[in-house]
């Protein structure tokens, strides 16, 4: 089973960025123990600050995959391309996010992505990718 992790803007910032927000850890401590913890799933990931690569990975993992998650970080609320882009492939895609986005800023309460996407995981800070994982094995 092939599963892909997108993570969009500024993730690349993890455990630096407003760590009161989205944690102390690194992103790539997290992905090790994860593979671990999943030996018999391959889990890719690609991260980019840049809509039209995401847009790109989305395309190239769209119809080989069995599961793309997506945390397209501020992209999520503003980003029609990239609800075209979910709609346009067959794999499922489920939204996460790190932090409970519906607890924060109003400009955060709305994703424009959701409703391409199978499912939205948010708040359970990087455990979010775990059990969107968790998901996908359950329906494939
Ligand atoms: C985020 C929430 C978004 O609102 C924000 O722009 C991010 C991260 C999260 O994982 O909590 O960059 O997607």
């Given at each position: 089973m092939k599963l892909q992790i997108i993570n969009g803007p500024n993730l690349n910032l993890l455990g630096v960025r407003e760590p009161d927000v989205y944690g102390k850890n690194s992103f790539t401590d997290y992905l090790d123990n994860l593979r671990k913890t999943y030996p018999d799933v391959q889990i890719d990931y690609f991260q980019s600050n840049i809509e039209g690569e995401i847009i790109d990975k989305i395309h190239e993992t769209g119809f080989a995959y069995a599961g793309i998650i997506l945390n397209a970080g501020a992209y999520t609320h503003t980003s029609i391309a990239i609800y075209d882009a979910i709609k346009a492939i067959t794999t499922p895609v489920i939204e996460v996010h790190i932090s409970n986005v519906h607890a924060?800023?109003?400009?955060?309460?709305?994703?424009?992505i959701a409703g391409a996407c199978k499912g939205v995981i948010a708040?359970?800070?990087?455990d979010s990718y775990r059990l969107a994982i968790e998901a996908l094995i359950k329906n494939n």
């Open positions: 924060r800023e109003e400009f955060r309460h709305h994703s424009l708040g359970f800070e990087f």
